[in-house]
């Protein structure tokens, strides 16, 4: 598994662990900031597949946050293009008969998500580096798959959970939450437009996707592509104020004209029919993804005080 480390990565072991005990994971060590493994070493790479092997490589691995992306697109091909091409060309190599569980995103439907719910069928049209690095990605591993190695797409639409980075919006909104209950911070929150509308999943729904389609690999044709999605548009101001009933103080929500900017996409949801046809339908609910959140962060900034600022 690459990326291992990561947000998803952390989730998806645990639950690995918990349904198949007989299943060894290699999850290689190393500097890189998402894996472990610096994918984007062509000689690491390969030589990990090379000794491990795997029956099974979930690439995780990559620039997953679209801000990221934006302040260094090349990085983002780097990891995101490079890095998957580096796995996939090794697993050729030394692994032929593995199979590649690869983890796209539903950014990369961009423009086609203009039109509504969108399933696996709609054109890629990344409005983004990030989108477009991974959609090249994505096609590089069907393509692969055409050529004979067993690999599965999945797109993730939005999802959070425990362990998320600050980066995406439910950590940054629950961070700047219990930094003012904590009093580092004046109990304002001031925004951007929150009327854009997202398909959010709780972490666990996802990662429990991603083990169905490992346990289910005999049943699905190489360069399957399944969307994992909720179907529901959640509006991003609603997701604020849904966390804002937990806090522990009133916060006051003001918009900030210099946050305001356009957006191409004011909708996503997608279609996951592919996916619940072999049995998969999420059993987790956002609330409990949201209450994760802001607990996690409550004690992530009790941590960073220290005892002597907890006191006071």
């Known amino acids: 598994?690459?990326?291992?480390?990561?947000?998803?990565?952390?989730?998806?072991?645990?639950?690995?662990?918990?349904?198949?005990?007989?299943?060894?994971?290699?999850?290689?060590?190393?500097?890189?900031?998402?894996?472990?493994?610096?994918?984007?070493?062509?000689?690491?790479?390969?030589?990990?597949?090379?000794?491990?092997?795997?029956?099974?490589?979930?690439?995780?691995?990559?620039?997953?946050?679209?801000?990221?992306?934006?302040?260094?697109?090349?990085?983002?091909?780097?990891?995101?293009?490079?890095?998957?091409?580096?796995?996939?060309?090794?697993?050729?190599?030394?692994?032929?008969?593995?199979?590649?569980?690869?983890?796209?995103?539903?950014?990369?439907?961009?423009?086609?998500?203009?039109?509504?719910?969108?399933?696996?069928?709609?054109?890629?049209?990344?409005?983004?580096?990030?989108?477009?690095?991974?959609?090249?990605?994505?096609?590089?591993?069907?393509?692969?798959?055409?050529?004979?190695?067993?690999?599965?797409?999945?797109?993730?639409?939005?999802?959070?959970?425990?362990?998320?980075?600050?980066?995406?919006?439910?950590?940054?909104?629950?961070?700047?939450?219990?930094?003012?209950?904590?009093g580092l911070q004046p109990p304002v929150f001031e925004v951007g437009s929150l009327d854009e509308e997202r398909d959010f999943l709780h972490v666990l729904d996802v990662t429990a996707a991603y083990l169905l389609l490992l346990e289910r690999r005999g049943e699905t044709q190489a360069r399957d592509v399944f969307n994992v999605a909720s179907g529901l548009p959640v509006r991003i101001g609603d997701l604020l104020e849904r966390l804002l009933s937990r806090a522990r103080t009133t916060v006051e929500v003001r918009v900030d004209p210099a946050r305001l900017r356009p957006t191409p996409i004011r909708s996503v949801v997608g279609d996951a029919g592919r996916l619940r046809a072999l049995g998969w339908t999420p059993r987790h609910t956002l609330d409990e993804a949201l209450d994760a959140v802001l607990d996690e962060q409550r004690r992530l900034v009790n941590r960073s005080q220290g005892p002597a600022d907890a006191r006071s």
Not at 82 to 92: K, Y
Not at 115 to 123: F, H, N, R
């Open 1 to 182: 598994m690459t990326g291992a480390a990561g947000f998803v990565g952390g989730h998806l072991l645990a639950q690995m662990a918990a349904a198949h005990s007989d299943w060894t994971v290699a999850a290689p060590a190393g500097p890189d900031v998402a894996s472990g493994l610096d994918v984007t070493d062509s000689e690491a790479v390969d030589a990990w597949i090379a000794r491990e092997k795997p029956r099974i490589v979930v690439h995780l691995a990559a620039v997953a946050a679209v801000t990221a992306a934006v302040k260094d697109p090349r990085l983002a091909w780097q990891v995101n293009l490079d890095g998957t091409l580096n796995v996939v060309t090794s697993l050729q190599r030394h692994a032929p008969d593995a199979h590649l569980l690869f983890v796209s995103s539903a950014e990369v439907y961009g423009r086609s998500l203009i039109g509504g719910a969108v399933d696996e069928g709609a054109l890629l049209e990344p409005v983004n580096p990030y989108a477009a690095s991974k959609a090249a990605a994505d096609i590089l591993v069907r393509q692969a798959g055409s050529a004979g190695l067993s690999a599965t797409v999945v797109r993730p639409f939005n999802h959070t959970g425990a362990g998320q980075n600050a980066y995406f919006v439910v950590p940054a909104f629950a961070r700047q939450i219990a930094r003012i209950e904590a």
